[in-house]
């Protein structure tokens, strides 16, 4: 088998159990914050919201130095890190005896995270040219699969084991998945040549980045995508419940309406990305920013539950071929020797648009409830598109084909 799919397959693996181990606490955290002692309804509430975003925080701040000495030490190093760290860290988290402790070892996954990043970097510069755009396309699969089915099987897990043996069942396929990258997957990387490159500081490292007028675009779309579909995440279910009423199975479309964007993008993200591999990834990323505008209309007009279904659903398919395309282009316009760099900025993009999201869908949805929510998401993402046109379709010379300063 060619290095480059050996390397697919355990960093899918690898990228399935990161995202999964992250989000297998959603189904259970305000009951562990329960366990842990606090049992006032808003104490509840308020240290659920803390903790879970306390990692995002975090890794929005960091995410760009570890991408620094990612290019200067090599991806599979920071790969290592990141994955033995977070799987000592998820491991204590068991061990947490009151919410302040788990706040503290929720930060500190975010400190060390940077996984997916360096997944991606290491990915995009150890395959083929004509290969990337599928080799991305799948391991984003794996990332939605596991943010999927990891709080499905967090909430089986709770069920049958309790809160507790979840992190101490999570944190060793963790460091399994950090030893297959350990043994298995091999690195191009000439960290001479790298160490002889002026060390730079992060924001040197932005500034440096935002003169390829590309690359700002780019994170612009990672951080629409994850704010327009958070800033109404949380709401769907009541969004359902007043499509549905209170009636029967009610839990089960919510779930269903909840997770098939999810299902659909992961069945997309391998298809548009051999897509882009053919008709090019800035083609593949317009039509879906505009596919995926459009998508958010209906669900704002629909009338029934299978209205909903249907118009997420393709939103799902539009979604899973932007961020595989944003990955390819981050690769063909970052400047060389820097591609981890920019790949860590991308990854503070989806933190930022993971933090803002649900904030400011909660404040807003007082006043335009969830139907003007999906509404400024297909504005926002039209914006983006109309921006993306204009920084990746400047002419024959800014056309992706011919970008310069490329990896």
């Not at 505008?293 to 539009?318: E, K």
């Not at 503070?348 to 998401?377: E, R």
Request: proline fraction near 4%.
């Amino acid at each position: 088998m060619a290095r480059w799919k050996i390397n697919l397959i355990v960093l899918w693996i690898g990228q399935f159990l990161v995202m999964s181990g992250m989000t297998m606490i959603t189904p259970f955290l305000p009951l562990y914050i329960q366990d842990l002692g606090v049992h006032d309804a808003h104490q509840v509430a308020m240290w659920s919201g803390i903790i879970f975003a306390g990692n995002f925080v975090t890794s929005f701040l960091f995410q760009p130095l570890w991408g620094g000495l990612s290019d200067r030490y090599g991806r599979k190093v920071m790969l290592l890190r990141s994955g033995f760290g977070m799987a000592i860290v998820m491991t204590l988290m068991g061990f947490a005896t009151s919410p302040w402790q788990l706040l503290a070892l929720r930060i500190v996954n975010g400190v060390i995270s940077g996984f997916m990043p360096a997944a991606v970097a290491l990915m995009s510069t150890n395959t083929p040219k004509e290969r990337i755009g599928f080799a991305l396309g799948t391991l984003q699969s794996g990332g939605v699969a596991g943010s999927i089915l990891g709080p499905f099987i967090g909430g089986l897990l709770a069920e049958w084991v309790g809160f507790r043996p979840i992190f101490y069942i999570t944190g060793p396929l963790l460091f399994c998945a950090s030893l297959l990258a350990l043994f298995l997957i091999k690195e191009n990387f000439d960290a001479a040549a790298a160490k002889k490159k002026p060390a730079i500081s992060t924001m040197e490292g932005f500034k440096e980045l935002k003169k390829t007028k590309q690359l700002p675009a780019l994170y612009a779309v990672t951080f629409v995508i994850q704010f327009s579909m958070l800033s109404s995440m949380t709401l769907v279910p009541l969004f359902v419940q007043e499509l549905h009423g209170n009636g029967s199975m009610l839990a089960f479309y919510a779930g269903l309406v909840s997770s098939i964007t999810g299902f659909s993008n992961m069945i997309a993200s391998p298809l548009l990305g051999r897509l882009s591999d053919r008709i090019g990834s800035v083609k593949i990323l317009a039509i879906c920013l505009v596919g995926a505008a459009v998508s958010f209309v209906p669900q704002a007009l629909v009338t029934n539950i299978w209205q909903l279904f249907a118009a997420r659903f393709m939103l799902g398919v539009f979604m899973g071929g932007m961020l595989p395309s944003v990955q390819t282009l981050i690769s063909k316009f970052a400047p060389k020797g820097m591609e981890s760099r920019a790949y860590s900025f991308n990854t503070s993009a989806t933190s930022l648009g993971n933090m803002l999201g649900p904030i400011v869908g909660g404040v807003l949805s007082g006043w335009i409830h969830i139907q003007g929510l999906f509404i400024m998401a297909a504005v926002f993402l039209f914006a983006n598109a109309i921006w993306v046109r204009k920084a990746l379709f400047p002419g024959r010379s800014g056309t992706e084909e011919n970008a310069g300063g490329t990896g």
